[in-house]
């Protein structure tokens, strides 16, 4: 059974940062490229960042240079680095594993790490 369990998210104020990790389990882990999404209030759900199975990171243009994602595959888990944290940076952060090139999520979502960003 796949289970994406993220963690690490709160409330922090403008300008901070937040690490978020996700642990995967269920399927093999290092084979797979995994992502990391969000979603604002009232907003659909959007792709953050890839990184493959290798450990390249590719990152949303609204986010890059602010973000950095990375893996663990001996402990199966993927965490993003979020850096001068803004208040659009506010939702519920997930992760999943997705095929080749592609974003759309393999598995059902976890819970989702929620991430509020204000003074």
């Known amino acids: 059974q796949v289970q994406l369990v993220e963690s690490g998210g709160g409330l922090v104020q403008p300008g901070g940062s937040l690490r978020l990790s996700c642990a995967a389990s269920g399927f093999f882990f290092s084979t797979r490229v995994m992502c990391w999404y969000r979603q604002a209030p009232g907003k659909e759900r959007e792709w953050v960042a890839t990184?493959?199975?290798?450990?390249?990171?590719n990152y949303a243009d609204s986010l890059k240079g602010r973000i950095t994602i990375s893996r663990d595959n001996r402990k199966s888990t993927v965490v993003l680095q979020i850096d001068n944290l803004k208040p659009e940076d506010t939702a519920v952060y997930y992760c999943?594993?997705?095929?080749?090139?592609?974003?759309?999520?393999?598995?059902?979502w976890g819970q989702g790490t929620q991430v509020t960003v204000s003074s």
């Open positions: 990184i493959s199975a290798g450990g390249r990171g």
């Open positions: 999943n594993a997705v095929a080749g090139v592609s974003t759309t999520p393999l598995y059902s």
